[in-house]
T-cell receptor, first 113, second 115 residues
Framework: GDSVTQMEGPVTLSEEAFLTINCTYT??????LFWYVQYPGEGLQLLLK?????DKGSNKGFEATYRKETTSFHLEKGSVQVSDSAVYFC????????????FGSGTRLLVRP | DAMVIQNPRYQVTQFGKPVTLSCSQT?????MYWYQQKSSQAPKLLFH???????NEADTPDNFQSRRPNTSFCFLDIRSPGLGDAAMYLC??????????????FGPGTRLTVL
């Protein structure tokens, strides 16, 4: 069945460092791909999405490119801030699973001043 | 602003005492979801409504029930909470179950404590 694998955390970075959080998926066809962010004690917020191969989603300085050939959707940011400290979830949605979200396990990011 | 609202944000109940969590939305979305999230884990889908059609996940315990009296509101009922049901409960909506409109919008969650 469909699944999402993302890198283990926590990821600890200094402010202004470059961020990459790896995400790969297993699914047939072309699922929609998402990154959600969860700040402490809050619900999930959609950070960005991509719906077809080679699409690039971007928001608030974060980017991710839908790579069909490597079944990946890695999250990147050129310069992180302390306020980016949160848990990041990669997810997919696919017709075969009635468009329910299939989540990765989440990656905690801690940015130090 | 259109949004997903959950009340209360924090709920304390006693072991075995029924509890109801509430979700409302101003997005006019057709689909509403309930998730359970335990500490340091991804959200786990309990069930969802597509319009009035209820869709239960195979591994959701019978202790969890849901009601959707109208488009805007959806309730999660826990009939006899156990200690293992302490978690964050998240409500989400999506416009449709299609490739074009399947992104989900989440509420802030209700944190349930069971004493």
């Amino acid at each position: 069945g469909d699944s999402v694998t993302q890198m283990e955390g926590p990821v600890t970075l200094s402010e202004e460092a470059f961020l990459t959080i790896n995400c790969t998926y297993t699914a047939t066809g072309y699922p929609s791909l998402f990154w959600y962010v969860q700040y402490p004690g809050e619900g999930l917020q959609l950070l960005l999405k991509a719906t077809k191969a080679d699409d690039k989603g971007s928001n608030k300085g974060f980017e991710a490119t839908y790579r069909k050939e490597t079944t990946s959707f890695h999250l990147e940011k050129g310069s992180v801030q302390v306020s980016d400290s949160a848990v990041y979830f990669c997810a997919l949605s696919h017709m075969d699973s009635s468009y329910k979200l299939i989540f990765g396990s989440g990656t905690r990011l801690l940015v130090r001043p | 602003d259109a949004m997903v609202i959950q009340n209360p944000r924090y709920q304390v109940t006693q072991f075995g005492k029924p509890v109801t969590l509430s979700c409302s939305q101003t997005l006019n979305h057709n689909v509403m979801y309930w998730y359970q999230q335990k500490s340091s884990q991804a959200p786990k889908l309990l069930f969802h409504y597509y319009d009035k059609d209820f869709n239960n996940e195979a591994d959701t315990p019978d202790n969890f029930q849901s009601r959707r009296p109208n488009t805007s509101f959806c309730f999660l009922d826990i009939r006899s909470p156990g200690l293992g049901d302490a978690a964050m409960y998240l409500c989400a909506t999506s416009r449709e179950r299609t490739a074009s409109y399947n992104e989900q919008f989440f509420g802030p969650g209700t944190r349930l404590t069971v004493l």
